[in-house]
């Protein structure tokens, strides 16, 4: 079997008909399931009538979708500060699944499903795998972790609900990934694109050709990316690299999805409303202008979130696509606000230095930013793993490529960094997000 | 006529030029001449070994970056001037040399030196033109056994 044979049209997957819903029909569902929802919340999460209250808003206000800025914003930290059940609203007795986040600095943030939430979870994921072109008879490897984290218990119901093979092998293990791409004729993969370039370093390394394998789809997500990550996963692997949303506080991964012209994740906005708003007002933006994505569950029973600020970095467009799904695109998240890290004042993302780097290399290379604080100044020191493409034989060489780097980092963020050149694979490999800051600043 | 040199980047760190040469050592390779070239956080390492192949391969499966740079083994008269005759027929076809070390080998009153140029295959043209005697591979070995 080779991926050189066009694969089969996706047959009809009547799962996707809400994707095609026309606009003003699709409004009507969310204002219903918005009006419901807000009444629900209201009713059940003491934090949500107590935030409404405090602006003397009753659900009843809601009469237009229009009408949804009128209610008060959720964050991460509410979530914390109700840690573990307070913002359920549902009894226990109706709630048949817990995930956590891993939750890396002090407590987790909990989130809970009833029977029906894991169906909406396995519809809109079923839906995601049918929107890149999978189908019944794909063998899928699911390489998210499996347990808490909702990545590998998401993809997995909607790849069964689809109809392909699921191989549930979780997270790391790398050698037995690649074992099992090769000998069970794997067609997709869902994992973290960082761990995916990982896989294909070690198939390189162990002599496999990615490009020969039925391997042709990789859904990706977890963690912000880039395009010219996905530039580089498609030219190195020979597969079409997707892009797949979601977060646990919403539902999991399955928020919203690549078509295939990869134009950007449609939301599945029959279950989440979407906003993108001006992360320092509050204020909405316009279509196509960027901010932070603010995402409404339309249809979760144990745990509604209203107007959760995601953190998320994106822009929202109404603009046809050429699958003729009428669900809405956000940009594919590349930053997130949490991520911007503050040097001497300047506000600067990871992903604008991984554009950089690759603008100079041509690929993107494996780094890691490094912070530290000497004698009361912030530096920046940006580490770069020297790949065989770049590796010239000369010390000036090396030294006009550390230049380049440096000149193109202090172009496109306003700093010069320090760069410096190290031996392949001393930066740890992520098998599941990739740790791109360490910050040894002593605040 | 061109000998296979091998570059190595190394970080300028405790221990990290002996991890190549004990890796060579164990699999019993041997090393001709090398060199090192050094900046502030890096260097350099450059080998002539005769299994280059299996060292390249071995190198790089220990994570190590290795490269293959053609440079060329030239015989130089032992005596004063014999280096400047060398390198004035090289400068006269402007051909660079980039950089250049010694090989601990000498036959009668000749020594070796490995060069590094810009343009290996001119240099090649210009030295036979020149009959500056150019070492090759079979020759270096066969020396070196005997």
Redesign the interface.
Known sequence: MSKHTLPKAAPFNPVSAPDFLPAPQLRELQLTRLRKIVAHAYERVALFRERMNERSLKPGDIQSLDDIVKLPFCVKTDLRDTYPFGLFATPMSEIVRLHASTGTTGKPIVVAYTQNDVDVWTNVMHRSLAACGLHRGDILQNAYGYGLFTGGLGAHYGGEALGATVIPISGGNTQRQLMVLKDFNVTAICCTPSYFLHIIDQAAEAGVNMKELPLRVGVFGAEPWTESMRQRIQQDSGIKAYDIYGLSEIIGPGVAMECQCQAGPHIFEDYFYPEVIDAATGKPCADGVEGELVLTTLGKEAMPMIRYRTRDITTLTSEPCGCGRTLRRIQRISRRSDDMIIIRGVNVYPSQIETALLKVEGALPHYQIVLTREKGLDEIEVQVEVTGEVFSDTVGGLEQLQARLAKSIETATGLRPRVRLIQPHSIQRSEGKAKRVIDQRKM | MKLKQL?V???NKPGALSTPVKLLAEAGINILTLSM???Q??G?L?LIVREWETAKKLLA?N???V?T?DVLAIEVSDRPGGLAEVLAALEKAGVNV??MYAFTLRRESRALLVF?FDDPDKAVGVLQKNKINIVGSVELFKRHEG
């Open positions: 570059s980047f190394l970080e070239a050094e900046a956080q890096y350099i450059r499966k994570d190590l970056l490269k740079t980039e950089y590094r």
